[in-house]
């Protein structure tokens, strides 16, 4: 049995509702924010995605900032919610007294805390978010992020580089397992380099149109 690539299209559209919070239950060093953020703006676009890093005094901020989310139908993410622990009783009370139009999400990241409350925990759609064990998982997830979408037009040079790049991306994510033997120090190899290496290769790409690129 292979586990299904995590797709946030498919837990937005058909595993998530406006009533319960999404909880991104993330590793040290992992981080959903910037491909949550990246989707946000397909879908509903920036003006309507909200983050907010937890832990600094901005409890209140977070809470007016949901309330107003809740009736525009928007998206609200709270990260390193592990930080506030004590704060979060009050958070799961205020959104329970919420009638949110039904676009709206609640996105929560936090690492395991034994003093997370139990009745967040519960009526949370719950999300472990790391990377995938094995070359071949990582590579299957790796590679739908930089896929272009169906109604975009991409030659088979564009969709080679972005399997290469996706390889690469997943063998060094691999490679972590091993450090710090080869290694000078710790490094996440996110989903932020992921893009980053797909621009340069885009931009590579258009400066070579036309012709077969010599790299």
């Keep these: 049995m292979q586990a299904v690539p995590f797709n946030l299209q498919n837990l937005y559209a058909h595993e998530s509702n406006s009533a319960e919070p999404v909880l991104f239950i993330i590793s040290p060093g992992s981080d959903p924010s910037a491909e949550l953020q990246e989707f946000a703006e ?3 676009g920036r003006q309507g995605f909200h983050e907010i890093a937890m832990g600094g005094g901005t409890n209140e901020t977070a ?4 309330k107003q989310a809740a009736i525009k139908g928007e ?6 919610l592990h930080l506030v622990t004590p704060w979060l009783s009050i958070l799961e009370k ?23 409350p139990s009745i967040l925990l ?8 790391e990377t995938p064990p094995g070359v071949r998982n990582n590579l299957q997830r790796t590679f739908q992020y930089v896929t272009p979408s169906t109604n ?40 932020g380099d992921l893009k980053a290496g797909e621009m340069i290769l885009s931009g590579l790409l258009k ?3 036309g012709r077969t690129p010599s790299w």
């Design 42 to 44: 397909q879908e509903i």
């Design 63 to 66: 809470i007016e900032t949901i």
């Design 75 to 80: 998206w609200v993410c709270l990260k390193n």
């Design 94 to 116: 205020e959104f329970k007294m919420l009638t949110p139009e039904k676009n709206f999400r609640l996105w929560l990241t936090s690492e395991p805390h034994v003093k997370f």
């Design 122 to 129: 519960q009526s949370s759609q719950k999300i472990t978010y």
């Design 152 to 191: 975009e037009n991409c030659d088979q040079t564009k969709m080679q580089i972005l399997f290469m790049l996706s390889w690469f991306h997943s063998l060094i994510q691999e490679r972590r397992k091993f450090i710090p033997q080869g290694w000078v120090k710790y490094y996440e190899f996110s989903y």
């Design 207 to 209: 400066e070579t149109q």
